[in-house]
């Protein structure tokens, strides 16, 4: 009955600190307008600082701004349509006053919640999806030697899916500053110039929390990664990242029945076209992913889209470096290039939230795979080995595992931070390590891809990833126990 | 007389300032091994907290440490002997108290001091050189979206060379701390180990001071930027930014004489590799560099140097990501490719420390130039209009205009920075401005080059550089006045 209790209380604690993570994220979100506004005005106070030969040989950069205001307000009534769309896990108008003490977000960043033992919950209704960014990013435009760096300043809180209570579901509104009103004169419009009904404001002044750079950046990166996944301007990125995985799944699994598909688990979803095409190959297909940005976002574009180019982006705008023109930075992205509910995703399409190492460890998770898809995943990991300790363990003898991605460790470098355990192996080492869990290579070659790259920009980062199929051998093998 | 005496104390303040700054570059050197050193333990406090059976699969890795803090030691030997080698400009052992304000470092960054009058103070003898990192680097092993991004933390501080009272001149010794002795027993040793002079305590505490990560970055930035000018693995990276430019003056000067030989200036020389070349090729060749960090390795490297490949340095060991294997991560490279003092330098090269608007604002640079060679550099103003206009003004008319390299505006995205100006134009408004300011095109192309990349990483960041040839008009053109 005292255990009874404790285990109450903690749950408790943990759905507080997961409304107050969300908050968090939903903040980020509805205060892109204000930050994008606070870009272009550190942009006009630098050009009235010209000297005037200078500004008139600029003359129409005065012009230039007015657009990117336009932009902005394009992206903002995206995402307050998209947030108006989420239906949040808990009720986000309940009191949270999680730990009483003033490190609860630390504690989050901690983990301090890996403990609870709730597998996956995830909605397998094939169009109906429930959602969760390993693979942040930054705007691209800035380093000082050429070669890319790190933002670890802050890391994203904990968001695992829960046996949730689904009590008092409160659609969010949308908080346009009063900065939105003054866009040109042309708040929040949609294509048509009319304007949304996402412009009004939040009753809740809670979401007008301070936001964090580092959090700003996370949503900028959300914008990058719809064009990667679901942009007809995405479609080399994908052919150079999806299309190996896909054929190579194809071959692997010739006869497929509609009867008992496959299962592929494709854990670090992110925005979930992966996932969605390998449903569409005709394969159980069920998509993990750690990030609320990228839940809220995937669920959108899965679930609320009513036809292809409903929406118009303008990704490439937070930056002006490495630009070949004002008119490349500022080139519309028509999104989704494909109608998600028509594009014949086929039963058992989930998306799962949650950390896959807490998710996918519980005991009822083994062996019930037959093919396991990492593309940009293996490095999300504080310990690799454990990543590939569990994908072995959830594999059935015989499944396979495809992987393509660098070594671009997350939790490396993170100065300043608490002491984050992060284990980074070599590519030679992390082969070694899969060998031991059982696991033998049937391919393995070097593809080289882009990752969120503006195609059009003067500086993109290559990859040099590692593309493998390996197969778990029969269960007769020793893997070390732990 | 009051003039005077005013005019006194600001060169004294400058001159206090600039001893400030340079104490802080040259304690971030000597604090390499301890930040190093504290890398590693990271590390290993990573690797004991694994679980038993993942440390037995990892068993190699406390070989592994220990083999990185060798590389560190034979680093630092290198770093050592170039700080007992360069000559401060300054008696850097008298007190400096410049403002007696708190905000002093506030204000070098704020570039205070621009004001001074001090046009270029370079050197001129072909051996003896002196020198002054635009394009600083970071350790290139994280970010959370696959696109490269920007540390602005802080910027180096202004370091323009003075008309100086080279008084004083004393030889900075060497700070290894309490850990560097723990190195594995050997502690700052040549490659064949021979404990170095350089291993003696430094007998000014004031060196020791706190060292911010940033600088902690530029120091490595600066081991990359040695590959790129100066080892035979930087080859290909050389033949791809400095080849064509090359090419271009061997075509454009086809008839130059000893007599009287073209004169060429490389704004953002770095650590001098180019300007050597040039000067090479029979060209008067002034490197100017704004970086006290650059210029206290590129004067050792020419001025110093024994022998080719006289010392050996491990590069890539700063980070564990993208690596295909620890024997990769661990390789050494060997510096200098060539021997600088017979190298085939010719008469008048020099190396110019200091800001190249300052320096070559100065109406005495007007119509000096038969060419102005730009690698790299035309993104590192905060108003590029400025530099464009003042390379115009200090090229001879019919003068040409080499410009080679990518858009990343150094300061652009300064968030959380005091206000500072920059100027992001678009390649297409760069060559508009250019033509403004009486350039006409003679080429124009698009060259894909890396910039301090390890050559066997999973991830390199690739620029699509423009490469342009214009020509400086006579001076019938109308120019625009300021």
Redesign the interface.
């Known amino acids: 009955m005292d255990e009874d209790e404790e285990q109450r209380r903690r749950l408790k604690l943990e759905e507080a600190l997961e409304i107050q993570s969300l908050r968090r994220i939903v903040s980020a979100y509805l205060n892109y307008p204000d930050a994008s506004e606070e870009?272009v005005r550190?942009?006009e106070?630098?050009?009235k600082?010209?000297?005037p030969?200078?500004k008139?040989?600029?003359s129409h950069y005065p012009l230039k701004f007015q657009r990117l205001r336009r932009c902005i307000s394009m992206n903002s009534h995206f995402i307050f349509s998209m947030l108006q769309a989420f239906e949040p896990p808990f009720d986000m108008s309940q009191d949270i006053d999680a730990s009483g003490d003033s490190h609860t977000e630390h504690a989050q960043e901690d983990h301090l919640f890996c403990q609870a033992n709730n597998a996956c919950s995830c909605e397998a209704d094939p169009v109906r999806i429930t959602c969760s960014?390993?693979?942040?990013?930054?705007?691209?435009?800035?380093?000082?030697?050429?070669?890319?760096?790190?933002?670890?300043a802050n890391?994203e809180v904990d968001n695992k899916s829960h046996n949730q209570s689904n009590a008092g579901s409160h659609p969010l509104s949308s908080v346009p500053s009063k900065e939105s009103e003054e866009y040109g004169g042309s708040a929040i419009t949609d294509s048509n110039g009319n304007v949304s009904s996402s412009a009004q404001h939040c009753s809740d002044p809670s979401f007008q929390l301070y936001v964090p750079?580092v959090d700003v950046d996370?949503v900028r990166?959300i914008i990058?990664?719809i064009v990667r996944d679901w942009a007809s301007e995405g479609k080399n990125e994908r052919d150079q990242c999806y299309t190996p995985i896909l054929e190579e799944l194809n071959t692997l699994f010739p006869n497929r029945s509609k009867e008992s598909p496959p299962a592929c688990l494709v854990p670090g979803a992110g925005l979930g076209r992966l996932a969605l095409e390998i449903s569409r190959l005709g394969f159980i297909s069920q998509g993990n992913e750690f990030s609320y940005y990228m839940m809220i976002c995937s669920s959108f574009i899965l679930n609320n889209s009513q036809t292809t180019d409903e929406w118009t982006i303008y990704p490439w705008i937070h930056?002006?470096?490495?630009?070949?023109?004002?008119n490349?930075?500022l080139r519309p992205v028509s999104i989704p290039d494909i109608h998600p509910a028509s594009a014949g995703i086929t039963e058992g399409f989930s998306m799962c939230g949650g950390d896959f190492v807490e998710v996918y460890s519980d005991s009822s998770q083994a062996g019930t795979w037959d093919a396991v898809v990492t593309c940009?995943f293996l490095?999300t990991a504080h310990?690799i080995?454990?990543y590939i300790?569990i994908i072995s363990k959830i594999l059935k003898d015989g499944g396979v595992w495809i992987n393509m991605g660098?070594?671009?460790?997350?939790f490396?470098?993170?100065?300043?931070q608490e002491?984050e355990?992060?284990?980074?192996?070599?590519?030679?080492?992390v082969k070694?390590?899969a060998l031991?869990y059982g696991f033998e290579f049937e391919k393995e070659r070097t593809i080289e891809t882009?990752?969120?790259?503006n195609p059009k920009?003067?500086?993109?980062?290559?990859?040099?990833?590692?593309f493998w199929t390996m197969r778990k051998k029969s269960a007769t093998v020793q893997v070390?126990?732990?």
Chains 1, 2 share one sequence.
Do not use: W
């Open positions: 870009d550190r942009y106070r630098s050009y600082k010209l000297p030969a200078h008139d040989l600029l960014d390993q693979h942040g990013c930054m705007e691209g435009s800035n380093d000082t030697c050429r070669s890319p760096g790190q933002v670890y890391k750079l996370k990166c990058r990664n930056s002006n470096c490495n630009s070949l023109s004002d490349d930075q940009f490095d310990n080995v454990e300790e660098p070594l671009l460790y997350h490396a470098d993170m100065y300043g002491d355990m992060s284990i980074e192996l070599s590519l030679e080492d070694k390590v031991q882009t990752y969120t790259t920009s003067m500086m993109q980062n290559h990859y040099f990833a590692a070390p126990s732990e």
